[in-house]
């Protein structure tokens, strides 16, 4: 435990701030630490700050929650003098790791590593994004987030395209994506990545660990191309992935090296709002968000449903946007949405884009 009482109570949130923020600075010793750094910054007799570091190794977004959620389960045990009450696992990582062996020899391997050799033949090695600065080999910049709300109206307007044409929130947002995205750079070719949770057993679901995966979904536009022609094209192409998504992305790289790798920039994400801090007995939680890791991507869209409705988080580099470009960005992305959800048959080319964010 760090105690920072001593100090005036103005520098005290302050001070565990810029602690925060230091910690996914530091590096893990693979070879002898522990990959969990655990640090209880004591800011007064009843306010106190819980540092949690772990390394992405053996933990991915849904094992968050679940390591979140044990621990709150735990506390709750512990102040009332009780035994856990958590639930003994069917199985642990090493079981699914076996599982993954052993599939990875597999003809269902074989048979996806052909879909994705296929489905990526030919594919732009990189996203032509104009950007505010150029970039610098080497140098990676801040990761950045920006936050924009959907109106309730927009919402159920959306989730009635979804019904007309018998697709998911999912394709509708991810064709909204690739429709600004290839406004912004012309480019009829167009691979945008996606993390999936990957727990396709039940024995698995509640296990903390890395299974997250990566999947390419590549997408074809053209001009004289409909918002509703594109969404056929992208739910089938989704659908497909999902079918094919076992095949880990590390593997996948390995196989393409020969004909090259396409470098992603842009990540696309869809999930449930994780459920606020549940209220325990004479405890008040809240989260505190004081990222400030480098950026992996030059734009990271994560877009959340809530109770209200749907979010968007949009993370970006720092080093090469602005962030006035940023917002415009997120103008544009709703501007689209609100003219497909109203005529879907409207031509790729003929969506308009606020500013100057037109190729």
Known sequence: ML????????EREAEALQLAAAEPLRRFDLAAESLLRVTLVRLSEDAHVLLLTIHHIVCDRWSQGLLIGELLTLYQAFAAAQPSSLPDLPVQYPDFALWQHDWLQSEEMKKQLSYWKKQLDGAPVALDIPTDRPRTP???GQSKKFRFTFSRELMEQIKKLSRDEDTTLFVVLLATLNTLLYRYTAQPDIVV?????NRNRPEIVNLIGLFANTVLLRTKLAVDLSFRSLLKQVAEMSLDSQ???DLPFEKLAQELQATGVPRFQVVFNLQKSPAPFRPL????????????ELASFDLFW???ETDDGLSGLLEYNSALFDDSTIDQFSEAFIQILQTAVQQPDTLLSAFALPGDLEA
């Open 3 to 10: 105690d920072l009482s001593h100090l005036p109570e103005a």
């Open 302 to 304: 994560l877009l959340e």
């Open 243 to 245: 079918t094919n998504q």
């Open 281 to 292: 007995p004479g405890l008040t939680l809240s989260q505190i968000d004081v990222s400030q």
């Open 138 to 140: 080497g140098v990676r």
């Open 193 to 197: 990545g996606s993390v999936i949770a």
